[in-house]
């Protein structure tokens, strides 16, 4: 399966429900799907051609969720770029991926004129805001607006979605390959874990949407073909807005973002009663904060995500029946849960030989959410993907019923 098929399945299910709300912008599905065909036929009109690489420089936004749709819906690539990055990591992430087009908001329109001269593969840059597009821009309503819809390029399996940059403790960041197989297969296996996911669910994008985690909730979203309600950036004062306007449903957040909701002082003036469960993972949950959003929170379910980039990007979760300090599944919250069912994990030694229960070693995964390697750089694919195993560069044990715990994260 391909990530645009979600939305062709919504359409034929739900054309007339609710797929995007931004601000004051709100699109039914079959709307939506007819915006990204014409997206899609824009850009190739501009002479994007399959599996040519299409950056994205944004704030979260309705629109940056057309672009991760109708690039692949024309059989190219998306790569979404950091914007807490320098102009330098920008500028090396566009022209190692060879991007030929450049999408950016009102926030990074001056960075983007200021780098022009530096990113030659870059033909044309799109200009997504809500302002006055800058000189030498194009607008994006204008390219919509101007085209007919393209027919789906249909791209699945081993061809690749996208390139997601990765960094590491030293040297500029790494461009990661996720294929339409290994996104769909983390998304699936996440998504059958969530019974409170459905069509009728309202997922509310807090966290930075070029983010690869963000992506695994669009993805899940999608899946379930439901309502993506966007905020442009996380504070805990528009989060309680939107779960008590739009009555939210479903959220991703990492931990320091959970802790900030659950001390804010507008947390128990808030109608927090729709939401129904919270993802959470990129980095270690600290216990008292955990305890804390359980105890603010105890009709919602949470559920824990453990993985990186290379595994698209999940590959255990912690269920919402472990996130308890009684009964007989207590004593797991410090785990990251077991693995999902699209892959295989292994604690290996440094001779690549499974360690026995509850003895600490390096986490390995194998499986159908694995990258398809390091985006120009073979010799780091070789290091890190070895006989088909993904080696995390993560310390972890599993006890004997195959509850993973991380005992430490590498840098990235």
Same mark, same amino acid.
């Given at each position: 399966? *391909?990530?645009?098929?979600?939305?062709?399945?919504?359409?034929?299910?739900?054309?007339?429900?609710?797929?995007?709300?931004?601000?004051?912008?709100? @699109?039914?599905?079959?709307?939506?799907?007819? @915006?990204?065909?014409?997206?899609? @036929?824009?850009?190739?009109? /501009?002479?994007?051609?399959?599996?040519?690489?299409?950056?994205?420089?944004?704030?979260?936004?309705? @629109?940056?969720?057309?672009?991760?749709?109708?690039?692949?819906?024309?059989?190219?690539? &998306?790569?979404?770029?950091?914007?807490?990055?320098?102009? +330098?990591?920008?500028?090396?992430?566009?022209?190692?991926?060879?991007?030929?087009?450049?999408?950016? #908001?009102? $926030?990074?329109?001056?960075?983007?004129?200021?780098?022009?001269?530096?990113?030659?593969? &870059?033909?044309? &840059?799109?200009?997504? %805001? #809500?302002?006055?597009?800058?000189?030498?821009?194009?607008?994006?309503?204008?390219?919509?607006?101007?085209?007919?819809?393209?027919p789906d390029a249909g791209r699945t399996g081993e061809d690749l979605a996208g390139i997601f940059y990765t960094g590491g403790t030293t040297?500029?960041?790494?461009?990661v390959m996720l294929s339409h197989r290994s996104l769909w297969a983390s998304a699936a296996a996440a998504h059958s874990l969530i019974p409170?996911?459905?069509?009728?669910?309202?997922? $509310?994008? =807090? =966290?930075?949407?070029?983010?690869?985690?963000?992506?695994?909730?669009?993805?899940?979203? /999608?899946?379930?073909? +439901?309502?993506?309600?966007?905020?442009?950036?996380?504070? !805990?004062?528009?989060?309680?807005?939107?779960?008590?306007?739009?009555?939210?449903t479903g959220i991703l957040l990492v931990p320091t973002m959970i802790h900030g909701l659950v001390t804010h002082p507008l947390l128990p003036?808030?109608?927090?009663?729709?939401?129904?469960?919270?993802?959470?993972?990129?980095?270690?949950?600290?216990?008292?904060?955990?305890?804390? +959003?359980?105890? +603010?929170?105890?009709?919602?379910?949470?559920?824990? =995500?453990?993985?990186?980039?290379?595994?698209? !990007?999940?590959?255990?979760?912690?269920?919402?029946?472990?996130?308890?300090?009684? %009964?007989?599944?207590?004593?797991? /919250?410090?785990?990251? %849960?077991?693995?999902?069912?699209?892959? #295989?994990?292994?604690?290996?030694?440094?001779?690549?030989?499974? &360690?026995?229960?509850?003895?600490?070693?390096?986490?390995?995964?194998? %499986?159908?959410?694995?990258? $398809?390697?390091?985006?120009?750089?073979?010799?780091?694919?070789?290091?890190?993907?070895? #006989? *088909?195993?993904?080696?995390?560069?993560?310390?972890?044990?599993?006890?004997?019923?195959?509850?993973?715990?991380?005992?430490?994260?590498?840098?990235?």
């Amino acid at each position: 399966m *391909g990530i645009t098929q979600c939305v062709k399945r919504a359409v034929r299910q739900n054309p007339r429900g609710c797929a995007a709300v931004f601000g004051k912008r709100a @699109r039914c599905w079959d709307e939506f799907e007819v @915006r990204v065909a014409r997206l899609a @036929r824009g850009l190739q009109s /501009l002479g994007l051609r399959p599996g040519e690489r299409v950056a994205m420089l944004a704030l979260n936004s309705d @629109r940056y969720l057309e672009t991760y749709i109708a690039v692949p819906w024309a059989g190219a690539v &998306v790569v979404p770029l950091n914007m807490r990055w320098s102009a +330098a990591e920008n500028i090396y992430a566009i022209n190692d991926s060879g991007a030929r087009f450049l999408l950016v #908001d009102d $926030l990074f329109a001056e960075l983007a004129a200021s780098i022009r001269p530096e990113i030659a593969s &870059v033909s044309a &840059v799109i200009h997504m %805001g #809500d302002g006055a597009t800058p000189a030498g821009m194009m607008p994006y309503e204008h390219l919509i607006e101007s085209s007919a819809p393209l027919p789906d390029a249909g791209r699945t399996g081993e061809d690749l979605a996208g390139i997601f940059y990765t960094g590491g403790t030293t040297g500029f960041p790494k461009g990661v390959m996720l294929s339409h197989r290994s996104l769909w297969a983390s998304a699936a296996a996440a998504h059958s874990l969530i019974p409170t996911l459905t069509r009728d669910s309202i997922c $509310l994008h =807090a =966290a930075p949407m070029f983010h690869i985690a963000d992506f695994a909730h669009t993805m899940l979203a /999608l899946l379930a073909g +439901a309502r993506h309600v966007i905020i442009p950036t996380f504070t !805990p004062e528009e989060v309680l807005t939107a779960v008590e306007e739009h009555r939210v449903t479903g959220i991703l957040l990492v931990p320091t973002m959970i802790h900030g909701l659950v001390t804010h002082p507008l947390l128990p003036k808030t109608d927090l009663s729709p939401l129904q469960h919270i993802l959470y993972g990129a980095s270690p949950m600290p216990e008292e904060t955990l305890r804390h +959003a359980i105890h +603010a929170l105890p009709w919602c379910r949470f559920f824990h =995500a453990y993985g990186q980039t290379e595994l698209s !990007p999940l590959a255990t979760a912690l269920t919402s029946e472990y996130h308890t300090y009684e %009964g007989s599944t207590a004593g797991k /919250l410090t785990s990251v %849960g077991r693995a999902l069912s699209c892959c #295989d994990i292994e604690v290996v030694d440094g001779e690549g030989i499974e &360690v026995p229960r509850g003895t600490v070693g390096e986490i390995r995964v194998r %499986g159908f959410n694995t990258m $398809l390697g390091y985006w120009n750089k073979p010799e780091e694919t070789a290091a890190t993907l070895r #006989d *088909g195993w993904v080696y995390t560069g993560d310390a972890g044990r599993m006890d004997e019923e195959g509850f993973l715990y991380v005992v430490d994260l590498q840098v990235a």
